[in-house]
């Protein structure tokens, strides 16, 4: 019989493409196993197997555990585990890159590193959030202070359009029964959305912390994406979620974002976006689904070079990796 160490690993091409994964699962008060390549949960009611290549983004609730093997399946799946309080949701772990090739965080890095293409990515963002609008001269300030107004009054327009009282945005981190029932709903919405965008982030190989708007913090890139969604899809949610009832606001806004952006099919859209905002060329192969390795060596003028051999002065030597 093999052991886990020597299994094969997984390839790209034996997992789901993340654009066709379940963007979220939430799970409580059970506790998980591995069967294979599938994670089981089991409580009270029996055990239910879930593939674990199928799955975006696995949330876990109170009174969950999880063993050794479901965790390593899960991070050999891609897939991310965000472990949620009842305080709100917190993303405390990821899963392994779906791609071997440094495409697209390359492209990332180029861009991130230029003032002025980190400035014209921060604007495409923009444009994608609120089109129909020109800021291709803003600066970076003049985006923020824009922003921040267009946001204000989506949150005053969704808070009339469902007839709840709204007086500002309140959030106190660790605390989440300070707000009301509808900053309680906004903070569940955003919170899932951060979770996806990570996972989504990671699940392509990109660079977390390389941020186009926010800076300094290891989840940039992944707040820059998730606020791409925010006022179309998680504030809308969030409001009819609190305008419904008050009770229980976080479990049922969490609910029904999964619900909804299963139906859209966000995942490949959020795909789409992060390698739209990225790279140029639309003919540039996919870095998806890729099972072979293809490590260069970086010469001079941009040209690379193959691996696996010694570039001395005289001789060429071939080197047994």
Known sequence: MSTVGRRGASTPRELTRMGDR?????????????????????DADGITHIPSATIGTLLLGPGTSVTHQAMSVLGDSGAGVVWVGERGVRFY?????LTRSSALVEAQAAKWANRRTRLEVAREMYR???????????????LLGREG????????????RVGLPWNGRVYVPGDFSSGDPANQAVTAAAQCMYGVAQTTVTALGCAPGLGFI??????AFVLDIADLYKTEIALPIAF????????????RTRRAIRDHINRIG???RCVDDIKRLLVV?????????????????????????????????????????
């Open 22 to 42: 379940i963007s979220f699962v939430y799970l409580e008060r059970c506790k998980l196993h591995r069967d294979d390549n599938a994670i089981t949960a089991e």
């Open 93 to 97: 772990s990821g899963g392994r890159s």
């Open 128 to 142: 994608m959030r609120f089109p129909g609008e020109d800021v291709d001269r803003l600066t970076r300030h003049e």
């Open 149 to 160: 107004s267009r946001v204000k009054d989506c949150y005053r327009a969704q808070a009339a």
């Open 214 to 219: 926010h800076s300094g913090h290891e989840l």
């Open 240 to 251: 009819d979620v609190a305008a419904e009832s008050p009770d229980d606001v976080g479990s």
């Open 266 to 268: 966000l995942l490949r």
């Open 281 to 321: 060329d639309d003919a540039a192969p996919d870095p998806i689904g890729d099972d072979v390795d293809r490590v260069t060596l970086q010469s001079d003028r941009g040209v690379e070079v193959e691996s696996g051999r010694n570039y001395g002065d005289d001789h060429v030597y071939e080197v047994d990796w």
